[in-house]
C-alpha cells in the first residue's frame, strides 16, 4: 500500500513539475540522426527503435494533450516532455535490448530500444 502512495506521489511530482515548468520549456527540433519516436494518443509510435551502440539522440515529439516521460530505467534516462512540445535526449548505450517507458502512463505506454 505505502509502495503505490509513493508512486502515486512521484507521479503527482513530476506532473506538477512539468505543468509548471512547460510554460517556459522551448521545443527542440530534430538533428540528423537523431532516433525519431512520436507520443500520440498515448502510445508511442513506433514502439520499436533499433539503433547502434554509443552515443544515442532520440528525438520525442508529443502530440497529445497531456504531459508524457521517456524513460529507460537500464541507462539511467528521464526526460519530460509537456503536451505538444519536443526535445531530444542525448546517452550511452551498450548493445542490447531496453524497454522504453512513460511513467504517467504505463504500463499501457511503453516499447523497446534494441541497440546493436
Known amino acids: 500500500m505505502a509502495l503505490g502512495v509513493l ?8 506532473v506538477a513539475t512539468a505543468l ?8 527542440v527540433s ?3 540522426g537523431d532516433v525519431l519516436v512520436t507520443s500520440t494518443d498515448f502510445k508511442f509510435q513506433p ?3 533499433v539503433t547502434e551502440a554509443g552515443t544515442i539522440s532520440v528525438h520525442i515529439t508529443n502530440k497529445d494533450d ?3 516521460t521517456f524513460t529507460i530505467d ?5 526526460v519530460a516532455v509537456p503536451a505538444k512540445k519536443e526535445t531530444t535526449v542525448t ?3 551498450d548493445a542490447g535490448k531496453f524497454r522504453f517507458y512513460c511513467k504517467p502512463h504505463a504500463p499501457d505506454m511503453d516499447g523497446t530500444l534494441t541497440v546493436n
Not at 509548471?20 to 521545443?27: A, D, G, L, V
Not at 537500464?74 to 528521464?78: K, R, S
Open 20 to 27: 509548471y515548468s512547460s510554460s517556459k520549456f522551448e521545443s
Open 74 to 78: 537500464d541507462l539511467n534516462v528521464e
Open 66 to 68: 497531456t504531459l508524457h
Open 30 to 32: 530534430a538533428k540528423e
Open 7 to 14: 508512486d502515486i506521489l512521484l507521479i503527482a511530482g513530476i
Open 47 to 49: 514502439d520499436e527503435l
Open 91 to 93: 546517452f550511452e548505450a
